[in-house]
């Protein structure tokens, strides 16, 4: 058995170990769902579904395709796919962020870990995962599970945010994401733990394995084709082929 691929070391500020990341996950998205959408409007400065909507298209997604969206959230990126594709499938292991998104739209949603998927081999067209990559606890095996329940042929797609190489994009980047995000956060929700999400936010982002670590690992699970495009010199969109 491969040996596992943390996204990021243990974060001890937030959850002491790491068999307590997955509880502390959890709690903090459910806690914090309902101000979830107003929240990623103000990091992404209000131009997240337009982009989010391109970044599908770049990897192929069309009419005719089945889309499963998983750590789906409140459906950010399920919903900017609903309107390239008529079948998509959503997921995630925070039962908050699913009834937070049921408001929005009516995608159909299921309460499930990205680690452990109940559907059947080969069951999707397109794989999508929205800025949720940093949450996982084992890289090399979700991208296994992945494979799995994509049919031959079919894509996968991730988008995550990165620190720029160069020294004062990565410091603009920090102040925006851990400094005046968070304060926004908390302001905008009258939330401790929405300003706490945003600064768990930045920790995850700052010390994420490297691209090419995640690029690796999606060829290590079978998948061909891999690639990083990059937005802005910051939003990485990556993708594979499954063979």
Request: one cysteine or more; charged letters at 25%.
């Amino acid at each position: 058995m491969p040996e596992s691929l943390p996204p990021h070391p243990p974060l001890q500020r937030y959850y002491g170990d790491a068999e307590r990341r997955e509880q502390f996950v959890r709690n903090i998205f459910d806690d914090t769902a309902e101000w979830y959408d107003s929240i990623i409007a103000m990091l992404s400065f209000g131009s997240g579904n337009m982009y989010r909507r391109q970044a599908l298209e770049r990897a192929g997604l069309g009419r005719g395709m089945r889309l499963l969206d998983l750590a789906t959230g409140t459906g950010v990126v399920a919903r900017a796919a609903s309107r390239l594709t008529g079948d998509v499938i959503t997921a995630d292991a925070s039962i908050g962020m699913l009834l937070a998104g049921r408001a929005k739209t009516r995608l159909p949603a299921v309460e499930a870990k990205g680690e452990r998927l109940p559907f059947r081999d080969a069951s999707f067209d397109m794989l999508s995962i929205g800025y949720a990559l940093r949450h996982f606890a084992d890289l090399r095996g979700v991208f296994a599970e992945y494979h799995r329940v994509l049919r031959p042929g079919a894509k996968i797609l991730i988008l995550e945010i990165t620190p720029p190489s160069s020294r004062l994009g990565n410091a603009l980047l920090r102040f925006h994401l851990n400094r005046l995000v968070p304060l926004m956060a908390r302001l905008r929700s009258g939330s401790r733990d929405a300003e706490k999400l945003m600064h768990y936010f930045w920790d995850t982002i700052e010390t994420c394995v490297p691209p090419q670590a995640i690029m690796a690992a999606l060829q290590e699970a079978g998948f061909s084709e891999v690639k990083r495009h990059v937005e802005f010199g910051t939003f990485s969109e990556y993708t594979g082929r499954r063979e």
